[in-house]
Structures are given as structure tokens and as C-alpha cells.
């Protein structure tokens, strides 16, 4: 056909393609700032409106202004109008400016109008297999011995060459930028500081802890042990830490007993065991703010029970039924189980590595 005749026509219509940017995953701006997404949606409607004619957002049926229509005007006048359609809204902005944010849109979607700098959390422009890596190097430090970055860093290149096939030197950040991601993924699970509390992190449930319904005080009784991070004088005059041991009764969330020693045995468990029966006495020097007889509970009546209460202190006398304890060498030792079974209480020692099946002791343990 003649172009003389083609352009003559009256029905020529000249067809543009508009390049689409990629579609942006399901909550891709989480995590950043809310004006820094806010920035970025804003530059997407003034972005696609310069690409399709028509700002992201409108309506369907909206028709493109006569400016920014593509089928007759050009994208760079296309782009020098939305530049000065910007500069008479109050946004000086330039022609390049409007350029580059076009590009960065058609190459990275939404998230590409937002600045690098600001998306370094989300992994940046790292390639996802290295993200990947990471998270399973980190995961394999839990029982190995605490390492460094550096040595993260050389157990990922040895797992993206044998997982992938790929030279780690392709697709491996900067040092600092690896630093930097390595930090942010193992950011509370103590990756590079305290071994013991990294695996007693990593041995915590992904749901919530259970819940064991108690109906009587005594009914269900942890018992745990835990070093003070305090400084102690001994009875032989050494200064040194001293260890802590209670149970706890679950049914009234009081502390039936407690123990004080500077390593924990197992006779003083089985004293533990001993201070729960009976009655704490008032020591010189209480308040008498602190006797039984001030308190809230039964007092005449458990006189007519035991004399030993008319002078104790307000700390209710528990007969454990259960005890639950971890596997601590003191609380499986043949002591402390013979003790349990002469005054009729049920041992029940917890599965190994399951702290979380006694969380009220350990919580009053650590946070004490």
C-alpha cells in the first residue's frame, strides 16, 4: 500500500504500545514508613498517567486528558507535561527526574519508586536466593558453636554454589550489605551471642503456649531452678552467685516454696518439698503487716488445725499433689524421687527440651 495513501486515510489510527510495569506482590510497601509509601503511590498516579494516559486508580471508563492521550501526543511531551503540571502544583520537578521515575516504574513496579535506600530492609535488589540462603544458614547456627559474619557469609557462598550451580561472586552483595541483611534476619535469635540462649530459643512453639486447666490449689506444681545475677557472701566468706529454687502452685499463682543455696542438690529439692507442708514462720525484724492473722485466710480455723500457725507468716501452706519438673539431674535423682513418693506426690518430669510445658515458673525464675 502507498504511504501517501495510508497516511490519507481518514480512519489511520496509530497504535502505541505501552509497556506495563510488573505486577506488585500483596502488601509490597510493608514495612516502610507511611509517607515514604505514600510518596511512592503518588508518583505512581502521575507515573501511569504519563505511560497509559490514565493515573492508577481512576475508574473504568475514564478517558485520558487531551495532554497525556497516547495516541496523539508523544511520551517526552507526555513527560513535559506532567513536569509542568507539577511546577504549577508546587512540585518543582524535572524532565529527568520524571524520566528516571518512569524507568524505575517499568522496571520495578511500585516498589521501584521508592528509594533504594529506604528498601534495604526488604532485601533491596538482592537476588532472593541469596535471601534464602541466609535464612538457612542462621537456622543451621542454632546448634553449632557461635560463630561470626564471616564465617555466615563463606557457609552461604558454599550453599549457593551447591544448591544452585551458580559462582557465588554473581549474586552475593557487598560485604557491608550482607552484614547489614545477616543482622536484620537473625535480628532476637541470638545468632552470634549466647549459644545456650540461642538453643533455648529455638526450642520455643511457633503457637501459643498451652493452657492446663487446674481446679485446686496443689493440683499442678512446677519446680525449677535458675542462678540470681546477683553477688552472695557464703557462710565460708567467698563472694559468688547463689541459685534459686521455688515451686510454684499454678491454681493460686503463689510461690509454695523456695529455695536458697549456692548450687542446688538434690536434698535441698527435697527441702523444697518440705517448706510447701509447712507453716512459715515470722522471722525477727517483720512487719507484722506480714502475719497469717492479717491476711485474708482462714486464720482461726487453721490454728484449730495446726498451733504452728498462730505465729506464721501469710504464705498459705500447699500439699503439692503433681509435681512437674525438667530433666535437671537434681530433680531425676533417686533423692528427690523418693521424697515425692514418701509424702504421696506424682512426678512428672516434662519432655526434654520443652521449657514452655512449665512457663509459670520459668517466668517467675527469670523475671524474679
Known amino acids: 500500500m502507498p504511504v501517501a495513501e495510508l497516511l490519507a486515510d481518514a480512519s489511520l489510527a496509530v497504535l502505541t504500545r505501552c509497556p506495563r510495569a510488573p505486577l506488585p506482590a500483596r502488601g509490597v510497601l510493608d514495612g516502610l514508613p507511611a509517607e515514604v509509601a505514600g510518596r511512592a503511590q503518588w508518583w505512581e498516579r502521575h507515573v501511569t498517567e504519563v505511560l497509559a494516559g490514565v493515573p492508577a486508580g481512576s475508574p473504568p471508563g475514564t478517558v485520558a486528558r487531551a495532554e497525556y492521550d497516547p495516541l496523539r501526543v508523544s511520551l517526552r511531551q507526555r513527560e513535559l507535561g506532567k513536569v509542568a503540571e507539577l511546577?504549577?502544583?508546587?512540585?518543582?520537578?524535572?524532565?529527568?527526574?520524571?524520566?528516571?521515575?518512569?524507568?524505575?516504574?517499568?522496571?520495578?513496579?511500585?516498589?521501584?519508586?521508592?528509594?533504594?535506600?529506604?528498601?534495604?530492609?526488604?532485601?533491596?535488589?538482592?537476588?532472593?536466593?541469596?535471601?534464602?540462603?541466609?535464612?538457612?544458614a542462621v537456622a543451621g547456627e542454632t546448634d553449632r558453636s557461635t560463630g561470626t559474619v564471616t564465617r555466615l557469609r563463606w557457609r552461604v557462598a558454599?550453599?549457593?554454589?551447591?544448591?544452585?550451580?551458580?559462582?557465588?561472586?554473581?549474586?552475593?552483595?557487598?560485604?557491608?550489605?550482607?552484614?547489614?541483611?545477616?543482622?536484620?534476619?537473625?535480628?532476637?535469635?541470638?545468632?552470634?551471642?549466647?549459644?545456650?540462649?540461642?538453643?533455648?530459643?529455638?526450642?520455643?512453639?511457633?503457637?501459643?503456649?498451652?493452657?492446663?486447666?487446674?481446679?485446686?490449689?496443689g493440683e499442678w506444681c512446677p519446680v525449677d531452678s535458675t542462678p540470681l545475677d546477683v553477688r552472695v557472701v557464703l557462710d565460708d566468706g567467698t563472694v559468688d552467685r547463689a541459685e534459686l529454687t521455688m515451686m510454684v502452685d499454678v491454681a493460686t499463682r503463689t510461690i509454695a516454696a523456695a529455695v536458697l543455696r549456692p548450687t542446688t542438690k538434690a536434698v535441698d529439692a527435697s527441702l523444697l518439698l518440705a517448706r510447701a507442708l509447712t507453716p512459715e514462720p515470722m522471722r525477727p525484724g517483720w512487719p507484722d503487716a506480714l502475719r497469717m492473722?492479717?491476711?485474708?485466710?482462714?486464720?482461726?480455723?487453721?490454728?484449730?488445725?495446726?498451733?504452728?500457725?498462730?505465729?506464721?507468716?501469710?504464705?498459705?501452706v500447699i500439699v503439692p499433689e503433681t509435681v512437674v519438673c525438667d530433666h535437671g539431674m537434681v530433680y531425676l535423682s533417686q533423692a528427690f524421687r523418693a521424697a515425692c513418693r514418701a509424702i504421696g506426690v506424682n512426678f512428672q518430669p516434662t519432655h526434654e527440651g520443652s521449657p514452655w510445658e512449665k512457663p509459670q515458673v520459668a517466668y517467675c525464675t527469670s523475671s524474679g
Not at 552484614?179 to 512453639?205: C, E, K, V
Request: net charge positive; aromatic share 4%.
Open 158 to 217: 558454599r550453599s549457593l554454589a551447591a544448591e544452585y550451580d551458580i559462582d557465588p561472586a554473581q549474586v552475593m552483595p557487598p560485604r557491608a550489605t550482607f552484614y547489614r541483611l545477616a543482622a536484620q534476619i537473625s535480628a532476637g535469635r541470638h545468632t552470634f551471642g549466647s549459644a545456650p540462649t540461642r538453643r533455648s530459643l529455638a526450642q520455643r512453639p511457633d503457637g501459643p503456649f498451652g493452657v492446663v486447666t487446674v481446679l485446686r490449689p
Open 293 to 316: 492473722s492479717r491476711s485474708v485466710l482462714p486464720h482461726q480455723r487453721l490454728v484449730a488445725i495446726d498451733e504452728r500457725l498462730a505465729c506464721a507468716a501469710a504464705r498459705p
Open 87 to 136: 511546577r504549577a502544583a508546587g512540585e518543582p520537578v524535572s524532565l529527568a527526574t520524571v524520566g528516571r521515575m518512569r524507568r524505575r516504574y517499568q522496571g520495578g513496579g511500585l516498589l521501584g519508586l521508592v528509594d533504594g535506600r529506604l528498601r534495604r530492609g526488604a532485601g533491596g535488589a538482592v537476588d532472593g536466593r541469596v535471601i534464602t540462603a541466609i535464612e538457612k
